[in-house]
């Protein structure tokens, strides 16, 4: 089976891209902050920037490698790109961008649900449409690897779960290895089989989602993926627990153990809000005023000033929250990880 | 204070149209319009229109041929001395024309520095409709190069890596990709330059010289007539506002669809869904 393997080091503006990645027919997303170097590896990948040294290879097809000087022109080299916008050729019609590397479009048209569209122009589609047509251009050569910046970026939240089920779908039927650069948890968690955490040219982590979420490798790992990510002084306490100042008066406890400086991290989905602090098995509980509430599809996000809860709509509803009211979020010390400070 | 000053503004945009449209209407107004073409179907003004067409068709072809790829060229490459390259193409722009019949004389005159050379091929520039041909491209061409390159240079670049992902070669990527988008601003400059072209006088009145039927173009036509015989001279000027109306018609009416175009895509972003 065709598998893509990239070990290779390429000077950027403030920092040099180093990293090593090897991808079987599976789907590995690059999430980190905007800058990180996540597109700068596609276009390196690709052959659109050559890198300072390494390797870049697709199954027994060498497509980069520095010690013997073969550098492959883009043409040259199997892959399929999606770009970020899609960078469709705007004074082409949809079957005329599909098939401008050769290759025939009406199976893929049809495939993506596209065939109707095939003599329209690109300004004239939605973005979930363009997505598809830059997809359907990508896969007509029949690419040996797919690399995908930011597909979801240029879409409206509205389309965005229907367009991301269908790309889920897509990438599974391909069975390409396919690189997905996102700066999303999200998308990267749910279209992915891998996620690798870029910051700064370096790779932070890469594992399964559920890795990623259960063992953060440091803290900013894990407030990328979505947790709160608070600071303290960690010593221990009773009962094996390990207790955690966040500052002079609010104390939390964790079943991890660390001691001195250290960051605890905890995920919205796993603190509950109550209007007085229960009397319950967790042992964590800290008050303070709701600042804001976002509701996400059926989810309220609830911000308060030490951390964000995430609760149902429903339970929203029911205890009637609004901004500027008191509240106590609880958490379990068995839910709350300790991780060395950055 | 209010009053005035918007009065102030009023007589000064008034004045300023009138000067620029009244010599132009005076032309017109001078000799009605069916006598005016008339006097062009006979004699130094026929002559002289079929040497500028023919002089200005072969500068204007070979300016296109060799400029587009030469534009896109340095359009898209970034090397050292690249700015002083693109400001010496831009140097002819603010020559006088003068000049630049005394440079292409020195450049293709019998004692000029490619004289030896040309003479021993047997080749004889000045005062031919050749000498007409190269002072008309040495002077439309920077007008071309100008916008030809700023064209290439406002295409997309992803674009560009788009179309080389897909397995496009730097020579179909150029046809398919660079050409077609960069067509509008191509055809902005291409009549920009046409324009520069055919009015061309003082280059081509030094390095050519001012034969009828060989080297006389228009403009060279209207100087050597507005003594002899003035009616003539007009006809070629209303002919030259006509041809010049029409270029700008053109440009005005591309920037405009272009516009429109531009506007359909922003705010009907979808018809389909």
Partial sequence: MASLRVDLSLPLRAFDLELALEAGPETVALVGPSGAGKTSLLRAIAGLSRPARGTVSCADDVWFDSPSGINRRPEERSVGFVFQEYALFPHLSVEQNVTFGGGRADGLLRRLRIEHLARTKPSELSGGERQRVALARALARGP??????EPMAALDPHTRG??????HDLLRELALPALLVTHDFEDAAALADRVGVLVDGRLRQIGTPAELLGSPADPFVAEFAGANVLDGIAESGPDGLTRFHLDAERVVYSTDEARGRAALVVYPWDVSLARVAADDSALNHLGGEIVSLVQVGNRVRVRLPFLTAEITAASAERLALRPGEAVVASFKATQARLLPAD | MRVLFAALLAVATAIALAFLFLPIAAIFLRVPPGDLFGALGHGVARDALLVSIKTSAIAHVAVLLIGTPAAYLLARRRFRGRGVVLTLIELPLVLPPAVAGIALLAAFGRTGLLGGELDALGIQIPFTQ????????????????????????AVDGTLVDAARTLGAGPARVFLRVALPLAAGGLGAASALALARGLGEFGATIIFAGSLQGVTQTLPLAIYAQFEQDFDTALAISALFI??????????????????ASIFRSRFEPSISS
């Fill in chain 2, 130 to 153: 050749a000498a007409v041909v190269l002072a008309v491209a040495f002077v439309e061409s920077p007008f071309y190069f100008r916008g030809a390159i700023a064209a290439f240079e």
């Fill in chain 1, 162 to 167: 229907k367009v991301r089920a269908e790309l």
């Fill in chain 2, 242 to 259: 006509v041809v010049g109306a029409l270029l700008l018609v053109t440009l005005k009416l591309y920037g405009w669809l272009r516009f």
């Fill in chain 1, 144 to 149: 040996r690897v797919l690399l995908l910046d």
